[in-house]
């Protein structure tokens, strides 16, 4: 009897998963992950904004390219850009400095509501008249570009030394315009008419509270759990605290609130905190965010097909000009109006309404949905944000530097971890002097510490030893300070004060009172 001629494997969702299988996968991940790395070099270099590079890498790695993948699954990257979109807005979050951004939140939410209303009224009126889209198609196109990108905006403003208050208005409105502007996409996207206006402002507007209420209390809840329970590994704490922010968009969006706006805030609540180990936390939050960057990127460059883009160039061209030059300037204006903003912070906010990844997302809701002429809204979409991220990425400094926003050079922060000495009652503060700190040449006494506080050890040039009080500190040391809890906020915020301000810091206007960042 002859023995059956073997079938050749098949791959699909019949096909069950090997360690072979497995072991491709992270190979080709890998790989893509390597070349995603270079080339944030190269994109440093030459200023091309990193997200096209990764966005590259996608299409060429598509059915267009030389890879030759086929994927065409929008609702799968509809799931994995949303939860690539959670971790880059809790990065985001950690990163945000509360001292910035608390001045800015009434213009920055103004922007992230009306703004976003006046950007989608615009948008749409010009894809409709000038393009001639039908009036959902339009008003789908006008939502989804509204909302600037908080990847790109967080990964652009923060290289540009730019005022206080237009760095914290801009990342503010990144991370609060994604709620609104979800629902408007969903409700224009959804089959039958579309509800009348005040009802989308009543959901918009209960979305919003609920995530706000619950970002802010698992934020608080994370963040005094953290201070007050040791954890037995100093590696816990990063993902403790990514947890907690994960946390808060499931609780939001299970409430049926904004999810979105519920990280952000808990991020932001967790990252004012003065957490233990908080640069470790930092790193590990940073290196998420550009894996989930990166992994979105490439996917919305397989979903892409290039081919499909030529008949949709010229109206992206013509719908993103209207949006750069007509709606987000007039947002901007009108919202900032109560706000007495200058010209030039103006000028530069309308040009910085960075899109990047996130409208890219919100277009795969119509193919979703199944609505017509979706895909084509996908392709508009697409060519729109590579097109004027082009444009807009790189002009930003040579803006600012035009409009004369730059700020000064200022003196180098302090990197202070901590670590809870939970049985003794007291704290642990590894301080690192770096390079243009004005703690240099500051004698240990001179710091005047609170009492409770000391500096018990001192590690230059890998040799450790105890101070003396008349020990000179330097730029590369690194001190071992023990608080106690009563003090222990009193001893960084101190510790900062003097390496901003050098030892005349409480006589010079950089007192104590200075909140670490």
Same mark, same amino acid.
């Given at each position: 009897?002859?023995a059956?001629?073997?079938?050749?494997?098949?791959?699909?969702r019949?096909?069950?998963l090997?360690?072979?299988?497995l072991?491709?996968l992270?190979?080709v991940?890998?790989?893509?992950?390597?070349v995603?790395?270079?080339a944030?070099?190269?994109?440093s270099?030459?200023?091309? $904004?990193?997200l096209?590079v990764?966005?590259g890498?996608?299409v060429?790695?598509?059915?267009d390219g030389?890879a030759h993948?086929?994927f065409?699954?929008?609702?799968?990257?509809?799931?994995?850009?949303y939860?690539?979109?959670?971790?880059i807005l809790?990065?985001?979050?950690?990163?945000?400095?509360?001292?910035?951004?608390?001045?800015?939140?009434?213009a920055?939410?103004?922007? +992230?509501?009306?703004?976003?209303?006046?950007s989608?009224?615009v948008t749409?009126a010009s894809?409709?008249y000038l393009?001639?889209l039908e009036?959902r198609?339009?008003l789908?196109?006008?939502?989804v570009v509204?909302?600037? #990108?908080?990847?790109a905006?967080f990964?652009?403003?923060?290289?540009i030394p730019?005022? =206080?208050?237009?760095?914290?208005?801009?990342e503010?409105?990144?991370g609060?315009?994604d709620a609104?502007?979800?629902i408007?996409?969903v409700?224009f996207?959804?089959a039958?008419?579309?509800e009348h206006?005040?009802?989308?402002l009543g959901?918009?507007a209960?979305e919003?509270?609920?995530?706000?209420?619950?970002?802010?209390?698992v934020?608080?809840?994370?963040?005094?759990g953290?201070?007050?329970?040791a954890?037995? =590994?100093s590696g816990?704490?990063p993902i403790a605290?990514?947890?907690?922010?994960?946390?808060?968009y499931a609780?939001?969006?299970?409430a049926?609130?904004?999810?979105?706006?519920?990280?952000y805030?808990a991020?932001m609540?967790?990252?004012? =905190?003065?957490?233990?180990?908080w640069?470790?936390?930092?790193?590990f939050?940073d290196?998420?965010?550009w894996i989930a960057q990166i992994g979105?990127?490439?996917?919305l460059?397989l979903?892409?097909t290039p081919?499909?883009l030529? #008949?949709?160039?010229?109206? +992206?061209l013509v719908i993103?000009?209207?949006?750069?030059v007509?709606a987000r300037?007039l947002s901007?204006?009108?919202?900032?109006l109560?706000?007495?903003v200058?010209w030039?912070?103006q000028t530069?906010?309308?040009?910085?309404?960075?899109?990047?990844?996130?409208?890219?997302i919100?277009?795969?809701?119509?193919?979703v949905n199944?609505?017509?002429?979706?895909?084509?809204?996908?392709n508009?979409?697409?060519a729109?944000?590579?097109a004027?991220t082009?444009?807009?990425?790189?002009?930003? $400094?040579?803006?600012?530097?035009?409009?004369?926003?730059?700020r000064g050079?200022?003196?180098a922060?302090?990197?202070?971890e901590?670590?809870?000495l939970e049985?003794?009652?007291?704290?642990l503060?590894s301080?690192s002097i /770096?390079?243009g700190?004005?703690?240099?040449?500051?004698?240990v006494?001179e710091?005047?510490?609170?009492?409770?506080?000391a500096?018990?050890?001192?590690v230059r040039?890998?040799?450790?030893?105890?101070?003396m /009080?008349s020990?000179?500190?330097r730029?590369g040391d690194?001190?071992?300070?023990?608080a106690?809890?009563p003090?222990?906020?009193?001893?960084e915020r101190r510790l900062?004060a003097v390496?901003?301000?050098?030892?005349?810091a409480?006589w010079?206007g950089?007192? #104590?009172?200075d909140?670490? #960042?």
């Open positions: 009897m002859r059956p001629a073997k079938s050749a494997p098949r791959y699909g019949e096909a069950p090997t360690v072979q299988h072991n491709q992270l190979l991940c890998s790989l893509v992950l390597l995603a790395v270079a944030v070099r190269i994109s270099r030459s200023g091309l $904004p990193s096209l990764y966005l890498i996608g060429l790695m598509g059915q030389i993948i086929h065409d699954n929008a609702e799968l990257t509809q799931v994995i850009g939860a690539a979109l959670v971790v809790a990065e985001g979050g950690l990163g945000t400095k509360w001292k910035e951004v608390g001045p800015a939140l009434p920055a939410s103004t922007l +992230a509501l009306a703004g976003v209303a006046v989608v009224g749409a894809a409709h393009v001639g009036w198609q339009a789908i196109i006008g939502a509204s909302s600037t #990108d908080a990847a905006v990964s652009v403003l923060r290289k730019l005022p =206080a208050r237009v760095t914290g208005t801009l503010a409105e990144s609060f315009n609104p502007v979800v408007l996409v409700a996207s959804h039958g008419p579309v206006w005040y009802v989308l959901e918009i209960l919003l509270a609920i995530g706000a209420a619950i970002g802010l209390a934020g608080w809840l994370g963040a005094w953290l201070r007050h329970v954890l037995p =590994a816990l704490y605290v990514m947890a907690i922010a994960v946390t808060a609780a939001g969006a299970l049926h609130g904004s999810g979105f706006l519920a990280v805030l991020s609540v967790l990252g004012n =905190a003065k957490l233990p180990h640069p470790a936390t930092r790193g939050a290196g998420l965010g979105m990127f490439v996917l460059g979903l892409v081919h499909e030529g #008949d949709d160039v010229w109206p +992206a993103g000009l209207a949006l750069t007509v300037p901007v204006v009108l919202c900032l109560p706000f007495r200058p030039q912070e530069l906010m309308s040009w910085a309404g960075l899109r990047g990844a996130v409208p890219i919100l277009a795969t809701i119509p193919m199944g609505v017509d002429g979706s895909r084509r809204i996908f508009i979409v697409f729109l944000v590579v004027y082009l444009v807009q990425g790189p002009t930003l $400094p040579w803006l600012a530097r035009t409009l004369r926003l730059g050079p200022e003196a922060d302090l990197g202070i901590s670590a809870p049985r003794l009652r007291g704290h503060l301080v /770096p390079e700190s004005k703690m240099h040449g500051v004698e006494h710091l005047r510490l609170p009492a409770g506080a500096v018990t050890l001192v040039d890998g040799t450790s030893f105890v101070p /009080p020990t000179v500190l730029r690194e001190l071992l300070v023990v106690t809890d003090v222990r906020d009193a001893a900062r390496g901003r301000g050098g030892k005349l409480g010079l950089t007192g #104590d009172e909140r670490e #960042d």
